[in-house]
């Protein structure tokens, strides 16, 4: 029987579904493996499924001709933190889960797409402290959604998936910016650069993959070219925008406000974001749903159970 690693515990039904196929070892800690631990695990185990935060760069392979361990089957869509050119090269495939991810990362866009413009978070805590005095005619006005421009930097399915629901939820008209155009069965203009799309949307969502390719592709030009009235909404991978420069952009008043699921260098968060009032911060809540990880781990298992089965895993990378 093959011999399985999963570097985070998961949900009770994984589990259970991964000890009818495998011998498996649930690493019994909520935080991402140590460098020693990922060199470890490409020797002891056949297969591992690590998640965001472990981080395969490129010396973990490092002096490994032949490791032991011959998937990753990445817990999650995005795969940034594995060099996948270092693994292939130590003859190691990669799969994700995407997707399992696709509906409950668009939810959560359209969540902080409302709790920013409507400044929900800030009502929210004025109620909690006591300090709410009752209704009135100005009371924290905020931004009407229905009927605004949307922005959608990178329509892969979850962009898509955002485009439909701010389309047909909210009759917003939507405009994106993406390297290739797409077909997404309704209404979407696609725009030449980024500039275009931050000085045309009242609402920018960033929606991209990451990696070396969109490491702080929203910063300071892209700031200057959006409405003082504009809200920045990002659930893709957080080093995707400067956060200095959204910091700068936010406490200038120079757009109106943020909310943010991810974060450049996760957990840690800036105090100066924390102190802003018109930014909506949540702990990257984009598949934080059961029924949404009891499919994302049903997905890494399928791609291990089909590599060695001799099947092309059904999410390879």
């Known amino acids: 029987m093959k011999r399985i690693l999963i ?7 994984v589990i259970s579904a991964a000890h009818k196929f ?13 460098a020693a631990e990922m060199r470890a695990s490409l020797a002891l185990y056949d297969a591992v499924i690590p998640t965001l935060g472990d981080l395969y760069a490129a010396r973990t392979f490092k ?3 032949n ?4 998937i990753l089957a990445n817990f999650g869509v995005g795969y940034n933190h594995i060099d996948i050119a270092a693994a292939q090269a130590a003859g190691i495939c990669v799969s994700n889960t995407p997707g399992a991810v696709t509906a409950a990362t668009a939810d959560i866009a359209l969540m902080l797409i409302l709790m920013s413009c409507r400044r929900a978070g800030e009502g929210e805590r004025m109620v909690r402290a006591s300090h709410w005095e009752g209704w009135n005619p100005t009371q924290m006005l905020g931004q009407h959604v229905t009927g605004k421009t949307v922005g959608i930097i990178g329509m892969g399915r979850i962009g898509a998936a955002i485009a439909r629901r701010c389309h047909f939820g909210f009759e917003m008209p939507v405009i994106y910016f993406n390297r290739s155009r797409k077909t997404i069965g309704m209404p979407a203009r696609q725009v030449g650069s980024l500039h275009e799309l931050a000085a045309h ?10 990696g070396a390719h969109s490491h702080h592709l929203i910063g300071a030009e892209v700031f200057e070219h959006m409405k003082p009235t504009a809200h920045l909404v ?4 957080g080093d995707v925008i400067d956060e200095s420069a959204l910091i700068t952009a936010l406490q200038s008043q120079q757009i109106a406000g943020a909310g943010l699921d991810v ?9 100066a974001l924390m102190q802003l009032e018109q930014v909506t911060l949540l702990p990257h809540l984009g598949t934080a749903a059961l029924e949404v990880r009891e499919e994302m781990g049903r997905m890494a298992l399928a791609n291990v159970l089909a590599f ?10």
């Open 7 to 13: 570097t985070r515990p998961m949900p009770k039904s």
């Open 22 to 34: 495998f011998d498996v070892e649930v690493r019994q800690k909520q935080s991402p493996m140590s």
């Open 63 to 65: 002096d490994f001709s």
């Open 67 to 70: 490791p032991r361990c011959k």
């Open 201 to 210: 949307a009242d609402v920018v969502v960033v929606a991209t993959s990451g």
């Open 234 to 237: 990002n659930i893709s991978r």
């Open 263 to 271: 974060y450049e260098h996760e957990p840690e968060v800036p105090a």
């Open 308 to 317: 060695f089965q001799g099947q092309q895993p059904p999410n390879l990378i």
